[in-house]
């Protein structure tokens, strides 16, 4: 079946730093999504992306759909302590309506 | 626009019960998924459904079911409980079309199992 490696697994940086996270699939995918999951709650929608290569921003969050259709990257710029939490991607390859989650990435901000 | 809603928030049932949860999705979307999330295995998918009929399975064991109502709401069940089905279950629901296939997730529900 599909697979989704996500990277760092954690990371620990300093208020106003930058963030890049990416995730790689084992096969081709049409559809990527990233979720920010704070204790105790549900994953919360950030940013879809549809299309080869498509660039979209949210704010001071930035994701891109890779050219490969194999990977996907966020980026956050300038954190805040409030950004901290899970961050997931998610992914759906074929005409298959079912969703494959990365592992995760724990961001903690330093205020 | 209300928001995914699941009940209950929180439940703690004995081994070997069953345990019944409920979904009611954003209004509108007729996709409901279920999702077990624990810390050692991530989200792991267990099924869709859509216009009342299973669309996907994961590959969890029959103990786990799962039904939709013809107004969209979804439940699962799980029979014969064991210490491991401990975790957060987790509903999402979308309109399951191709260029728009966000799945917006519910709260949870947070089953203990003693």
């Known amino acids: 079946g599909q697979q989704l490696n996500q990277s760092p697994q954690s990371m620990f940086i300093q208020e106003g730093e930058d963030v890049s996270m990416n995730c790689t699939s084992s096969?081709?995918?049409?559809?990527w999504l990233w979720y920010k999951q704070d204790p105790g709650e549900g994953p919360v929608l950030l940013i879809a992306?549809?299309?080869?290569?498509e660039l979209t921003s949210n704010g001071r969050l930035t994701a891109q759909f890779g050219i490969t259709r194999k990977d996907s990257f966020l980026n956050i710029s300038a954190s805040i302590p409030s950004d901290v939490g899970i961050y997931f991607c998610?992914?759906?390859?074929?005409?298959?309506?079912?969703?494959?989650f990365g592992k995760g990435t724990l961001l903690t901000v330093n205020p | 626009k209300a928001g995914v809603t699941q009940t209950p928030r929180y439940l703690i049932k004995t081994r070997g019960q069953q345990v019944t949860l409920s979904c009611s999705p954003i209004?509108?979307?007729?996709?409901v998924s279920w999702y077990q999330q624990t810390p050692g295995q991530g989200l792991q998918f267990l099924f869709e459904?859509?216009?009342?009929?299973?669309?996907n399975k994961g590959n969890f064991p029959g103990r786990f079911s799962g039904r939709q109502f013809s107004n969209s709401r979804s439940e699962m069940n799980v029979s014969t409980l064991e210490l491991g089905d401990s975790a957060l279950y987790l509903c999402?629901?979308?309109?399951?079309?191709?260029?728009?296939?966000?799945?917006?997730f519910g709260p949870g529900t947070r089953l203990t199992v003693t």
């Open positions: 999402a629901s979308s309109f399951r079309q191709p260029n728009s296939y966000e799945q917006y």
């Open positions: 096969s081709i995918f049409n559809t």
């Open positions: 992306l549809y299309k080869a290569g």
């Open positions: 998610a992914g759906r390859g074929g005409s298959n309506y079912k969703l494959t």
């Open positions: 209004s509108g979307h007729r996709s």
């Open positions: 459904y859509f216009s009342e009929t299973q669309r």
